[in-house]
């Protein structure tokens, strides 16, 4: 019976590893063809779309009367707009709607570029841009080059609302502690300002197997740890010490920006649900972007923007490697 339970086991993990490639092969085959669509700027007015979408509920509850009547009279105001528009007359103020859902190398950092200039070019006094941010973190440099660009709408005077509804963590909160004003759902993930570095290393194993690694270097610290060689307890520190170093300067940007914020409290490492977030002063408002899009259209016109970038296909497939890496996480 036991002979029998062993070659069940086995099975069973033969079935879970085949069922994880099938997934991780539909993941990249679905990367890949996504990755094939024309690139540039998509430009979608959220307040007709709001409004389309109010026009096919009143008719599924109203009937057909009062849905005709009411989409009359608001074909009739978006005309007078157009028109408005067309003469360069007064028009509401606008709020420039991006998205960035990060990677550990933020790779939609390319798009953001893009998005940020276009909306520098275009932008008046009295527009403001809305980010929803969903970022858990990653390399340093990229998501440092993230938040600046971010900090080029600041820096031309456009107030910037960060809207968070999944995750804001490490890289991703770097990012979000550059707004005017951040914004968070209750149970959404935010903090984790801390800095992590780790590798793994094979040299007993190598040399279990009588294999040599041989490594050459100019400088003394040109590498600290190294996952082949035998590491030493002077490059452990000098690891350590570059590891600090980020942190001190994550936490120098968290006191510029966010300079209510007590940070002995919060640079720990940990990450808090929204709830807890705002009792700490890591967000300034618990709501949903939805909420907020919803209130401003009303005041305002709302323009959703996002760069679609034509992707090499080793960056295509190396996106859909990492994005089912995330899930699997």
């Not at 690139?39 to 979608?44: A, F, H, M, N, S």
């Not at 149970?187 to 194993?205: D, E, K, T, W």
């Not at 009588?210 to 100019?218: H, I, M, R, S, Y």
């Not at 209510?260 to 720990?268: F, G, I, K, P, S």
Request: charged share 30%; aromatic share 6%.
């Amino acid at each position: 019976m036991s002979e029998f339970f062993a070659a069940y086991g086995l099975f069973l993990a033969e079935l879970a590893t085949l069922a994880v490639l099938v997934v991780a092969l539909v993941a990249i085959i679905l990367t890949l063809r996504r990755g094939g669509r024309a690139e540039g700027l998509v430009v979608e007015h959220l307040n007709r779309s709001f409004e389309d979408s109010a026009d096919e509920l009143t008719l599924a509850i109203d009937g057909k009367g009062r849905h005709k009547k009411a989409t009359k009279a608001r074909a009739k105001e978006r005309k007078r707009a157009d028109k408005a528009r067309d003469k360069q007359e007064q028009t509401k103020p606008r709020t420039f709607v991006l998205d960035f859902k990060g990677d550990l190398r933020a790779s939609a950092v390319a798009s953001l570029r893009e998005e940020v200039s276009a909306v520098l070019q275009v932008a008046k006094p009295g527009d403001d841009v809305l980010l929803k941010l969903e970022n858990s973190g990653g390399t340093v440099h990229e998501h440092g080059l993230a938040a600046s660009q971010l900090l080029r709408l600041k820096q031309r005077g456009f107030p910037l609302t960060v809207a968070v509804d999944k995750v804001a963590a490490s890289g991703g909160y770097l990012m979000a502690c550059v707004a005017d004003r951040l914004i968070a759902a209750p149970f959404a993930i935010i903090g984790s300002i801390g800095v992590l570095a780790q590798l793994p290393n094979f040299h007993r194993l190598l040399e279990e197997k009588g294999v040599d690694f041989e490594q050459v270097t100019a400088g003394r610290y040109k590498r600290t740890l190294t996952v082949f060689g035998k590491n030493t307890d002077e490059g452990r520190e000098k690891l350590r010490q570059e590891v600090e170093d980020v942190h001190g300067l994550f936490k120098a940007e968290i006191a510029r920006y966010r300079p209510q914020v007590d940070l002995e409290r919060v640079a720990t490492g940990e990450h808090w649900h929204g709830i807890r977030a705002l009792e700490l002063k890591l967000v300034d408002e618990l709501r949903t972007s939805d909420d907020v899009l919803l209130e401003a259209a009303k005041q305002r016109d709302l323009y959703h923007l996002a760069y679609k970038r034509r992707r090499a296909l080793s960056e295509r497939m190396l996106g859909g490697v990492e994005s089912l890496l995330e899930r699997l996480g």
